[in-house]
């Protein structure tokens, strides 16, 4: 649960939604009969994590027959908020809005999108607690709020807390040292998925205390702030034995910094990061990092699976809009069970359509994950 309340006033939360013709004409697509599916994206589209969930909906959208138009916003809280505009400004309207609560931007998006009485899906960065306690919540108080898809962001933060403990009994015959100096750098203070991801941390942390931790850093998600705040703390003479990362970018910025200082990752410091990073993958392979958690920029694709099933009636999304999945760890013991679709990242390879539970039996749940499912490619 997110600690930080939302600045956010119910009549500043209805913004004027208006758009150049210009920016429209860059949205256009080819089947305007077919169902439209807006994506406002809150990262960048051509590279990082938020390329690679844009085109896993890609993928599945172009599988399942739907029109995906997606608007980003390069991590920049403004942008993000013309990006919902050109959205709603579409015209025709789109069928279905897909959002994110970054920046705890989603608030407004939801409401907007219930006052013009178009569907909208929470992706990712749910509504806060707080959030829904002041607005409420999906299908029960706003009726176009139809769904939400969230990682199990606490478990995974837990997980790559373990893994450093797990990494130093590998590295040492199977003997640990009585404590563990943990350098625990979180991506922001605001995000639902960051404060989750903390949340395991704690969890271990209380159930671990061979991990003591010296400082607790915000990186912003960032390869250099990582490497800068890294780098400065064991010029201060820090202790670090395992740094807890919350994603692949600060891992690897740390990384880069033990290394100038002369310490080996894998042998005499240990960290772990997440996000499934085309970098992150190399690092474990490697040895440099226990593992790096994620595959939820799945999620892109997997709520084109959620979107389908909804559109056919599956009653799972009637009785259940929130739905949860786990994310999975990369491992160097189970790399090479993924194949080469993460280093190729061709996604249209990988069939949608074997998630969906659409003619699978009544009461049957959701299981969303490459490692844990048997028919994951083509």
Same mark, same amino acid.
């Given at each position: 649960?997110?600690?930080?309340?939302?600045?956010?006033?119910?009549?500043?939360?209805?913004?004027?939604?208006?758009?150049?013709?210009?920016?429209?004409?860059?949205?256009?697509?080819?089947?305007?009969?077919?169902?439209?599916?807006?994506?406002?994206?809150?990262?960048?589209?051509?590279?990082?994590?938020?390329?690679?969930?844009?085109?896993?909906?890609?993928?599945?959208?172009?599988?399942?027959?739907?029109d995906l138009i997606v608007f980003d916003s390069d991590r920049d809280w403004q942008k993000m908020a013309n990006s919902a505009a050109e959205? %709603?400004?579409?015209?025709?309207?789109?069928? %279905?809005?897909? *959002?994110?609560?970054?920046?705890q931007q989603g608030t407004r998006i939801v409401l907007e999108a219930e006052r013009r009485g178009i569907p909208v899906i929470m992706l990712?960065?749910?509504?806060?607690?707080?959030?829904?306690?002041?607005?409420?919540? #999906?299908? !029960? +108080?706003?009726?176009?709020?139809?769904?939400?898809?969230?990682? +199990?962001? $606490?478990?995974?933060?837990? +997980?790559?807390?373990?893994?450093?403990?797990?990494?130093?009994?590998? *590295?040492?015959?199977?003997?640990?040292?009585?404590?563990?100096?943990?350098?625990?750098?979180?991506?922001?203070?605001?995000?639902?998925?960051?404060?989750?991801?903390?949340?395991?941390?704690?969890?271990?942390?209380?159930?671990?205390?061979?991990?003591?931790?010296?400082?607790?850093?915000?990186?912003?998600?960032?390869y250099d702030e990582a490497y800068r705040q890294t780098e400065a703390w064991l010029k201060r003479g820090g202790c670090v034995d395992a740094?807890?990362?919350?994603?692949?970018?600060?891992?690897?910025?740390?990384?880069?910094?033990? !290394?100038? *200082?002369?310490?080996?990752?894998?042998?005499?410091?240990?960290?772990?990061?997440?996000?499934?990073?085309?970098?992150?993958?190399?690092?474990?392979?490697?040895?440099?990092?226990?593992?790096?958690?994620?595959?939820?920029?799945?999620?892109?694709?997997?709520?084109?699976?959620?979107?389908?099933?909804?559109?056919?009636?599956? $009653?799972?999304?009637?009785?259940? #809009? $929130?739905?949860?999945?786990?994310? $999975? *760890?990369?491992?160097?013991?189970?790399?090479?069970?993924?194949?080469?679709?993460?280093?190729?990242?061709?996604?249209?390879?990988?069939?949608?359509?074997? %998630?969906?539970?659409?003619?699978?039996?009544?009461?049957?749940?959701?299981?969303?994950?490459?490692?844990?499912?048997?028919?994951?490619?083509?």
């Amino acid at each position: 649960m997110s600690r930080f309340l939302p600045c956010l006033s119910v009549l500043g939360l209805l913004v004027v939604m208006t758009m150049p013709l210009s920016a429209l004409a860059q949205h256009e697509v080819d089947h305007p009969d077919r169902i439209r599916v807006a994506f406002i994206n809150p990262g960048y589209g051509d590279r990082g994590f938020w390329k690679d969930v844009r085109d896993t909906m890609q993928a599945a959208a172009d599988q399942f027959g739907y029109d995906l138009i997606v608007f980003d916003s390069d991590r920049d809280w403004q942008k993000m908020a013309n990006s919902a505009a050109e959205a %709603f400004a579409l015209d025709p309207a789109p069928d %279905f809005i897909i *959002a994110v609560n970054e920046h705890q931007q989603g608030t407004r998006i939801v409401l907007e999108a219930e006052r013009r009485g178009i569907p909208v899906i929470m992706l990712l960065n749910d509504l806060t607690q707080e959030q829904k306690d002041a607005y409420g919540r #999906p299908r !029960k +108080d706003i009726k176009n709020w139809i769904l939400t898809l969230t990682p +199990d962001n $606490e478990r995974a933060g837990y +997980d790559i807390a373990t893994s450093l403990i797990d990494g130093a009994r590998l *590295a040492n015959a199977d003997k640990l040292p009585k404590k563990m100096c943990l350098l625990s750098i979180a991506g922001d203070r605001k995000t639902p998925a960051s404060l989750e991801r903390l949340d395991g941390l704690d969890h271990a942390l209380s159930k671990f205390p061979i991990l003591e931790e010296q400082r607790r850093l915000v990186a912003n998600w960032s390869y250099d702030e990582a490497y800068r705040q890294t780098e400065a703390w064991l010029k201060r003479g820090g202790c670090v034995d395992a740094v807890w990362a919350a994603n692949d970018n600060i891992a690897l910025g740390a990384i880069a910094a033990l !290394k100038d *200082a002369g310490r080996v990752p894998g042998k005499d410091v240990f960290v772990g990061g997440l996000n499934w990073s085309k970098d992150g993958l190399d690092a474990v392979a490697q040895g440099a990092m226990t593992l790096t958690h994620g595959g939820h920029f799945f999620a892109g694709a997997w709520v084109m699976v959620l979107l389908h099933d909804y559109i056919s009636g599956v $009653e799972i999304l009637k009785e259940n #809009p $929130e739905v949860t999945f786990r994310m $999975e *760890a990369v491992t160097q013991e189970n790399l090479s069970g993924l194949g080469d679709v993460l280093s190729t990242r061709e996604w249209n390879r990988i069939d949608f359509s074997r %998630f969906s539970l659409v003619n699978s039996p009544s009461g049957a749940e959701y299981h969303f994950g490459l490692l844990s499912h048997d028919n994951d490619a083509k």
